[in-house]
């Protein structure tokens, strides 16, 4: 039965109450970002939304596997074969080289590189805002990723995490307006930071002179200044330079390299800073159980990286000083609560 | 539970699960605001039931969905709902034409404080499109009111309140 007066404080007095809330609530995530607790709770009534969204997506690829004929499976292992003999073949070589390394950096007294953890995640296929880019993975909490890791594809730096639920965690790509990611010309070692633009397509980065030895083509790696990226990963390479005498810095932009808005697949990469706490569960090259596919790719990943490192520390220990007067501004990755 | 609390639920829920489902790239801009659509029809239908408080934590909902800082979404979504709260009376017995153009202003508005927020906080989006779910939002509302009445007339309880 319905009663006649409705009880409760009116429309308008919980209007006001909840204005109220929402700005300090609002003031409080944008100036502390203290309000993960809440985030979180609120994540998992979602996660039914996401999980059903999701769905018809993973039923298409289970379907594409289970009805695939018996041929085109025969004929993808051989392939896939032919590729992990070609990268294990690369990756004994670059272990070798590694240790190398390793060894003449100890000698040289200067700080080991240690190689990074990884995770598979995968892109929970939900769309969220328009102008942001963000994206949603399958990998959370429980699986020890941590706000501000660095997620790679097999192509390049693709963003870092910015929210960490149970189950889910939100990842920022490196196109989004607000981040940045600090990088280096791995050609010259001149340092920059690559700023999102809104568009998957280019970087931009800026505070760089006139003078500056910059081509189209050269490639960017991670610089890993700011300490939360690892350093040495491909990230993006450049496209256009413009030199507009009457600016103070040159306009430079470059393609990312990582597939920002086609990858399914992403890396979770732990970096020196933030060891992963279990041991080492996933070791990306010699793990039999792993799915295929995605182990090229991540060996191709950890390949990439290692080869920069070798080349970057050659560089070092051979023509230190070649390395350009220090112009670019050095800052962190991004303020990655926004 | 009384059945009228279970079909707003699950309308709801249809309506976060559109919000988020993947579309082509050339649509995304023209995704109406579904969550705000179904919840001024059942503010309209249902104002005892449905109201600010709802309305304030579907809206925390979007923030951590879209990604946004908490009460963003959550503030506009709230402001809406208390409008249609007050109006319920005058938008019911309006025509679906008149409510369709309240509807446009009243999304308008949602639009532009989720806008505001994003400016002060620094990153606005620069484009008109940014407009466009207002507009579509507008266009759908009489089937959007025509499915959500039906749905209410046969899932409902048989009092309307």
Known sequence: MQTLFLQGPSATLRMTIFVIISLALMTIDHRWQHLDAVRNTLSYLLYPVEYVVDLPIRLYYWGEETLSTQQDLLDENRQLRDLQLQTRVQLQKLDILEKENDRLRRLLSATPKTTEDHLIAEIIAVDVDPYRHFIVLNKGSNDDAYKGQPIIDAHGVMGQIVYVNAMTSTAMLISDVSHAIPVQIDRTGLRSVAFGTGQTDYLDLRHIPHNADIRVGDKLISSGLGERFPRNYPVAIITKINRDTGETFIDVRAEPLAQLDTSREVLLVWTQNHEKPTPELEQPAEEPGKETVEKDAEESVVKDAVEKAVEESDKEVVKEPVEEPETAVIMEPANSGE | ?161
């Open chain 2, 1 to 161: 539970m009384e059945s009228n609390f279970k079909v707003v639920v699950l309308s709801l829920f249809v309506a976060f699960m559109l919000t988020i489902m993947p579309l082509p790239d050339w649509v995304v801009e023209f995704r109406p605001d579904w969550v705000t659509l179904v919840l001024i029809y059942w503010a309209m239908a249902l104002p005892a039931r449905v109201g600010v408080t709802m309305a304030w934590l579907a809206g925390l909902m979007l923030d951590v969905s879209h990604g946004a800082i908490l009460g963003q979404h959550a503030l506009g979504l709230m402001l809406v709902i208390y409008i249609v709260h007050l109006q319920h009376q005058r938008l019911r017995v309006a025509s679906l034409i008149q409510q369709a153009i309240v509807i446009f202003f009243l999304l308008l508005l949602k639009q532009l404080i989720v806008l505001w927020v994003s400016g002060i906080v620094g990153h606005a989006p620069v484009t008109w499109l940014y407009f466009m779910p207002t507009i579509t939002g507008a266009m759908l509302w009489p089937w959007i009111y025509i499915i959500l009445r039906d749905i209410r007339r046969k899932f409902g309880d048989r009092v309307n309140y």
